[in-house]
Every structure is written in C-alpha cells, then in structure tokens.
C-alpha cells in the first residue's frame, strides 16, 4: 500500500508581481545587455574582409581575440581601440600596395602562361 500526500495548490501570481525590499520587484526580467563581442564573421563584415583573411589575423594576433571553448571571440572595446590606433595610410602607401598587387598580378599571369 503506498500513501500519497497531496500538496496544496499553489496561489496564482500576482499580476503586478511580488516585490522585495525597496518595493523593487523580485520577478522582474533583467534589463537587455548588449553583447561584449564580435564573431570572427561579424569583424570579417565591418572589416569588409573574407572570413578565411579575417581568421588568419586573429590566428597571427593581428586582430585583438580570445578563444573560449574552441571558439574565436573579438572584443569589441578592444577591436575598435585597435582600429583607433592603426596608422592612417597616405597616398604613397596606396600608391606602392596597388604597384604590389600589380607586380603579383604580372609574376601570376606568367607562371600560367597568359
């Protein structure tokens, strides 16, 4: 023979919700929190980079990140204090990367034989 103990019913929520000290309600949801961090596809987006060149900055160290649990974090205090403070490029600096691309499109047109 077994005994069963009915418990009693439990009252219906108040819908204004109970308070605790300080008539601040103990019910209440916790205020929205913005995220922290970027996914290394998110960084890829606001770099306007590939996802494979945007993870191989963060693997160098060359784009501030964490790895918690397998997975590539950027945060974004950090992200935007590195962008603040990288070196603003002058015209020679555009100048001599398109004169690279160039000479890299050449020696590729070459071996292919085009």
């Known amino acids: 023979m077994s005994t069963v103990i009915p418990f009693p019913q439990r009252p219906a929520p108040d819908p204004t919700g109970p308070t605790g000290a300080g008539g601040i309600p103990t ?12 996914t290394v596809a998110e960084t890829a987006h606001l770099l306007s980079l590939s996802l494979g060149s945007t993870y191989a900055l ?50 590729h047109r070459h071996r292919n034989g085009a």
């Open 27 to 38: 019910t209440a949801t916790p205020a929205p929190v913005g995220r922290a961090v970027y």
């Open 58 to 107: 963060v693997r160098s160290g060359d784009i501030p990140a964490i790895k918690l649990g397998g997975r590539w974090l950027i945060p974004k205090r950090r992200l935007h204090e590195w962008l603040n403070n990288l070196p603003e490029a002058s015209t020679e600096d555009v100048g001599r990367e398109l004169d690279r691309i160039e000479r890299q499109e050449q020696r």
